[in-house]
């Protein structure tokens, strides 16, 4: 049974609607000459429910901020209608625009805070080496100069650098990259990325606020825009329109005398068709994004998104699939390529290394012959490791980096050398293979760009907005992969704050931007972005919470027709709005001469904003047609140099 408590929380949640439906009811009511017996006409349940909020609130905005709005000429024009006693006008005019105020409410959604989520990637203690010694201190004392161990799988406290042991870092956190970085002494680690393998003493060289992970929290708070509400073309133009209906209206009675064309002046000069106007065809529009994948968390974004004339992405997770996957076996020795790569799996079985176990995950996915026994199997963290087969220590197989065999004796031919390098060119990582300490051949692993990107970007092109990729990976492999998917802007090395400043760069260059991410490193981005659009199958939360709208499925192949919807959206709001501003001129001059009455007035109204609706809800099953396969007209102009 519900209680007292649960039913006023509910009414507290719901007030809006309830009000809204009873005001809704009073109006039919109303039309329809039912009265149920009461002294007075129905009409007044929305007088009361829906017109004194909006004469409140008219009234409030005059007297605290003498802030003008299209509230006034309502608020007005119903308290006139009541004085007459066209209680039914009166009544329409304040459910419409209630109606027009509760649909804009759906279409804005409240933003959600994702600092928290970042702030659980800081690390709250770090292992502090002194006079040979551990101690485990709060992370935030930790001053420059003080040498920290950290053990395999720990998130890195603090920025430093390498002064003893290797390992392998997955840094995706601050640069996005798919694949994990080997580290060795000299190197720089930063923190809130995670130790893979392999524990190492480091010296801090920035802590606390200054520290790679504080710095993005700060860049995130800073960059946050906030949830601007829609301001309905009504609201722009509310001085004026409440300027001309008061001269019109005082001038039609000074001439006629009568003050009921004054009223109906007022009446129909009320902006009910203009405030519906937006939100239903924006409404329309994320019920159509929302059948394709697009999650909107922003109702306005819809409206900004149409104006975008440039996209920024992030390469990995976004035009890629996010994820290390075999790309060629080749076999240099006395093995079959088949062989080589049962071979190289088998001894992976026991890497915990990203890339060894996407050898393990491909093989077992497309083979049917089972893997080998190994045994013996000794981790080189930085470089790769080494097993005996089948438990004949007299076979000795190594798969690592270059390094590894270099270490090992294993010498690999110039022309392997040179086939490898072309694979190194494409931005992928290669393992080499040696029996014995022979060479028998390599795996390249490159992630993969999703076969629809090309399609992707050439739609953006037609439609007259230019890709940019923005991407944490170096130089080679963000150039191999732009040129792949004709791609002419591209800024590779990104950190963090180098990807927002390059938004902010396009941004004083007058471009209006978009940014397609995944990872926490690209939240600053998203947040500075005009629009922010994150990936939100295998985006990081944080990407998802800094970003105004989701793409849920991860389907890349849609961001064309989003694009579209909303510049299709954009145009059915232009007709909205020039037909109701026709319409009212025409009821105008009706109201001026004497022919429309007030509740004509009011019932043209009903039919104006009816007619706005229905042209808004073709939104819902609009489809954008992929140009892909047509001849293009790239976007010409100056962006950023390429890097």
Same mark, same amino acid.
């Given at each position: 049974m519900v209680t007292w408590n649960e039913a006023k929380?509910?009414?507290?949640?719901?007030?809006?609607?309830?009000?809204?439906?009873?005001?809704?009811?009073?109006?039919?009511?109303?039309?329809?000459?039912?009265?149920?017996?009461?002294?007075?006409?129905?009409?007044?349940?929305?007088?009361?429910?829906?017109?004194?909020?909006?004469?409140?609130?008219?009234?409030?905005?005059?007297?605290?901020?003498?802030?003008?709005?299209?509230?006034?000429?309502?608020?007005?024009?119903?308290?006139?209608?009541?004085?007459?006693?066209?209680?039914?006008?009166?009544?329409?005019?304040?459910?419409?625009?209630? *109606?027009?105020?509760?649909?804009?409410?759906?279409?804005?959604?409240?933003?959600q805070?994702?600092? &928290?989520?970042?702030?659980? *990637?800081?690390?709250?203690?770090?292992?502090?080496?002194?006079?040979?010694?551990?101690?485990?201190?709060?992370?935030?004392?930790? &001053?420059?100069?003080?040498?920290?161990?950290?053990?395999?799988? &720990?998130?890195?406290?603090?920025?430093?650098?390498?002064?003893?042991?290797?390992?392998?870092?997955?840094?995706?956190?601050?640069?996005?990259?798919?694949?994990?970085?080997?580290?060795?002494?000299?190197?720089?680690?930063?923190?809130?990325?995670?130790?893979?393998?392999?524990?190492?003493?480091?010296?801090?060289?920035?802590?606390?606020?200054?520290?790679?992970?504080?710095?993005?929290?700060?860049l995130v708070k800073e960059t946050d825009p906030g949830n601007a509400k829609i301001v309905s073309l009504a609201d722009r133009w509310a001085t004026w329109i409440v300027v001309m209906a008061l001269l019109t209206a005082v001038g039609t009675y000074v001439v006629t005398g009568e003050m009921i064309r004054a009223v109906t002046i007022l009446v129909v000069f009320c902006p009910c068709a203009l405030v519906l106007a937006t939100p239903a065809a924006i409404m329309a529009a994320i019920s159509n994004a929302s059948k394709h994948g697009f999650l909107v968390r922003r109702g306005h974004i819809m409206e900004e998104l149409a104006k975008v004339d440039?996209?920024?992405?992030?390469?990995?997770?976004?035009?890629?699939?996010?994820?290390?996957?075999?790309?060629?076996?080749?076999?240099?020795?006395?093995?079959?390529?088949?062989?080589?790569?049962?071979?190289?799996?088998?001894?992976?079985?026991k890497s915990e290394h990203p890339l060894g176990k996407a050898i393990v995950s491909d093989y077992t996915s497309h083979h049917e012959a089972p893997l080998a026994t190994v045994e013996d199997v000794t981790i080189v963290p930085g470089k790769g490791l080494e097993a005996s087969m089948n438990g004949e220590s007299s076979t000795r197989v190594l798969a690592g980096n270059a390094a590894m065999m270099n270490v090992s004796g294993v010498t690999i031919p110039d022309s392997v050398k040179a086939d490898a390098a072309s694979y190194l060119g494409r931005g992928a990582s290669i393992i080499y293979v040696a029996v014995n300490n022979i060479l028998e051949g390599f795996v390249a692993l490159a992630d993969r760009v999703r076969s629809e990107s090309r399609d992707v970007v050439d739609d953006l092109h037609s439609?007259?907005?230019?890709?940019?990729?923005?991407?944490?990976?170096?130089?080679?492999?963000?150039?191999?992969?732009?040129?792949?998917?004709?791609?002419?802007?591209?800024?590779?090395?990104?950190?963090? &704050?180098?990807?927002?400043?390059?938004?902010?760069?396009?941004?004083?260059?007058?471009?209006?931007?978009a940014m397609v991410g995944d990872g926490v490193n690209d939240a600053p981005a998203l947040k500075k972005a005009d629009v922010g659009i994150a990936m939100g199958g295998m985006g990081s939360d944080i990407a998802v919470e800094a970003s105004d709208i989701v793409l849920v499925n991860d389907m890349i192949a849609e961001m064309p027709h989003m694009v579209a919807l909303s510049k299709h959206m954009m145009r059915t709001i232009k007709i909205n709005l020039s037909f109701a501003l026709i319409l009212n001129g025409i009821a105008i001059?009706?109201?001026?001469?004497?022919? *429309?009455?007030?509740?004509?007035?009011? *019932?043209?109204?009903?039919?104006?904003?009816?007619?706005?609706?229905?042209?808004?809800?073709?939104?819902l099953s609009w489809k954008y047609k992929s140009n892909s396969d047509e001849d293009r007209n790239p976007y010409v102009g100056k962006l950023v140099s390429n890097q």
């Open positions: 929380e509910w009414f507290a949640d719901h007030s809006e609607q309830v009000t809204l439906a009873i005001g809704g009811i009073g109006v039919v009511l109303s039309l329809a000459g039912i009265r149920l017996g009461l002294p007075f006409d129905l009409a007044w349940l929305a007088i009361i429910f829906n017109g004194l909020p909006i004469v409140w609130g008219a009234a409030e905005a005059m007297y605290k901020e003498f802030d003008v709005k299209a509230d006034l000429l309502v608020s007005l024009a119903l308290i006139a209608a009541v004085v007459i006693g066209e209680y039914f006008a009166a009544a329409e005019i304040a459910f419409i625009m209630q *109606l027009g105020a509760m649909l804009e409410d759906f279409t804005v959604s409240k933003a805070a994702g600092i &928290e989520r970042l702030v659980k *990637l800081t690390p709250t203690t770090a292992r502090v080496v002194r006079n040979d010694k551990e101690q485990v201190v709060p992370a935030d004392i930790v &001053e420059v100069g003080d040498v920290i161990r950290v053990l395999p799988g &720990e998130i890195i406290p603090v920025d430093g650098t390498i002064r003893m042991g290797t390992t392998s870092v997955d840094q995706s956190v601050m640069t996005g990259e798919s694949m994990p970085v080997d580290k060795v002494v000299g190197d720089d680690v930063f923190s809130g990325t995670v130790n893979q393998f392999g524990a190492f003493d480091m010296e801090a060289t920035k802590a606390g606020e200054d520290s790679s992970i504080q710095r993005m929290i700060k440039t996209i920024t992405f992030d390469k990995t997770g976004t035009l890629t699939h996010g994820r290390p996957q075999v790309t060629a076996v080749t076999s240099v020795g006395s093995m079959t390529d088949d062989d080589l790569y049962r071979l190289v799996a088998s001894i992976e079985q439609l007259n907005v230019t890709p940019v990729l923005l991407t944490g990976d170096h130089g080679t492999t963000a150039q191999h992969i732009a040129k792949r998917l004709n791609m002419s802007h591209v800024i590779a090395d990104c950190l963090p &704050e180098d990807k927002m400043n390059t938004v902010s760069t396009l941004q004083q260059q007058d471009h209006v931007v001059i009706l109201a001026m001469i004497g022919t *429309l009455s007030p509740v004509w007035g009011a *019932l043209v109204h009903n039919g104006g904003s009816l007619l706005v609706v229905l042209n808004s809800a073709l939104l």
